[in-house]
């Protein structure tokens, strides 16, 4: 039995500090392999590094909404992260993002975070990258420009999913996967326990969001991939699974997303 962490930060404090541990334990707790994900361009770079050191991580490269006023054009997007792609030797790059619209914390304004996400969508198609969406009070707007893009052939997952049933069809229906974090452990996350039951498991990814969201038991504590098992012991009791078929059937669709070799 393994589990594919699907979002990780691997780069951040304090992880990146004892990432040797931090991997060891994965590893102990039948984590294959994980996505560490980019926010900003050295955080992209630094993705890029770890997953180079590391043969069972792999990255994404991007840029947060709340950074979006960072970015000035398309071109300006795709040469960043070109001279970032150019690193890659061993083909770590298996998606783009984190990207996506964050009306929670709204750190940069909503048209720049309109035009990033676009950008990042359209360089996502012309790379043929999957894209890892960040969604955060923005269900109704994310979905309404994944809709724009989905029918020329985009695909990707809605990273921390916290929808409703109704959300999670929309996005089943454009072909995205939705990935759950460790918010499914939390005591209010009825709604979010409810559209899990709902999506059909081979839809489902497993992620950490590390180092943020440790589920339970470890909440308010700092997050690492080791406790994806957490999220998925969760789907399992939801949808009637036994850890098994979660692991397996969560595994075989992050590898199908981000073309991850087989373990
Ligand atoms: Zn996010
Ligand atoms: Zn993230």
């Known amino acids: 039995m393994q589990f594919i962490d699907s979002h990780a930060h691997l780069d951040m404090q304090p992880l990146v500090n004892s990432l040797p541990d931090v991997m060891y334990r994965a590893a102990a707790n039948q984590v294959g ?4 994900i980019g926010v900003d361009l050295p955080s992209s770079l630094n993705a890029l590094r770890i997953a180079s050191d590391w043969p069972q991580v ?15 054009s398309f071109e300006w997007l795709e040469d960043q992260l070109n001279l970032i792609r150019l690193q890659d030797v ?4 298996k998606a783009i993002g984190e990207t996506g619209l964050d009306f929670a914390k709204e750190y940069s304004p909503r048209e720049a975070q309109f035009h990033a996400f676009r950008w990042h969508l359209e360089l996502a198609l012309k790379w043929s990258l999957p894209v890892v969406v960040h969604d955060r009070d923005a ?9 724009e893009y989905a029918g ?4 990707g997952v809605l990273h921390c999913f916290s929808g409703d049933t109704d959300t999670a069809r929309r996005v089943l229906d454009m072909g995205f996967y939705l990935s759950v974090s460790g918010v499914v452990t939390f005591a209010k996350a009825d709604v979010l326990r409810e559209a899990v039951r709902f999506a059909p498991i081979d839809r489902l990814l ?3 969001d590390c180092p943020f969201l440790a589920p339970v038991p470890y909440r308010g504590k700092t997050n ?3 406790y994806v098992k957490y999220v998925a012991e969760e789907i399992a009791r939801l949808k009637c699974l036994t850890l098994e078929e979660v692991a397996s059937c969560t595994t ?12």
């Open 90 to 93: 061993l083909c770590k790059i």
């Open 206 to 208: 497993i992620e950490t």
């Open 224 to 226: 690492e991939p080791g």
């Open 139 to 147: 269900h109704e707007q994310t979905l309404d420009v994944l809709a």
């Open 33 to 36: 392999q994980v996505m560490t």
């Open 152 to 155: 020329k052939g985009l695909t």
């Open 58 to 72: 792999f990255c994404a490269v991007g840029i947060h909404p709340h950074d979006a006023s960072q970015i000035s």
């Open 252 to 263: 075989q669709n992050a590898q199908a997303l981000f073309a991850l070799p087989s373990l």
